[in-house]
Nanobody, 126 residues
Framework: QLQVVESGGGLVQPGRSLRLSCAAS????????IGWFRQAPGKEREGVSC????????NYADSVKGRFTISRDLSENTVYLEMDSLKIEDTGLYYC???????????????????WGQGTQVTVSS
């Protein structure tokens, strides 16, 4: 089965860092675009970052540019989201998602993605 599993969330103080992992199974990252999304209580889910199947196209939401970095390790079939200089506003349930996309880039809208993980909680609090 096609599956992605998030890990790495936790409780951190503002200004600190976390690295989230999205482990893919049942498919190879070379054929799928991967996106990171987050949702805080009472708010809509928003796209955070994405990476194309080639790894050559990366997008970030304006709210995280300069602070978050998406990357991947093909040998581990895993996508990472390095989150630095965390803010209280970054708190939320973080999901990764995948879509079969051999060519082209990626987008931060959720409609394109068909395979979703269960999420990992990130709480930024002093």
């Amino acid at each position: 089965q096609l599956q992605v599993v998030e890990s790495g969330g936790g409780l951190v103080q503002p200004g600190r860092s976390l690295r989230l992992s999205c482990a893919a199974s049942g498919f190879a990252l070379e054929y799928y675009a991967i996106g990171w999304f987050r949702q805080a209580p009472g708010k809509e889910r928003e796209g955070v970052s994405c990476i194309s199947s080639t790894g050559g196209i990366i997008n970030y939401a304006d709210s995280v540019k300069g602070r978050f970095t998406i990357s991947r390790d093909l040998s581990e079939n895993t996508v990472y989201l390095e989150m630095d200089s965390l803010k209280i506003e970054d708190t939320g349930l973080y999901y990764c998602a995948a879509v079969l996309k051999i060519l082209g880039g990626c987008q931060l809208g959720e409609n394109e993605y068909g395979v979703w993980g269960q999420g990992t909680q990130v709480t930024v609090s002093s």
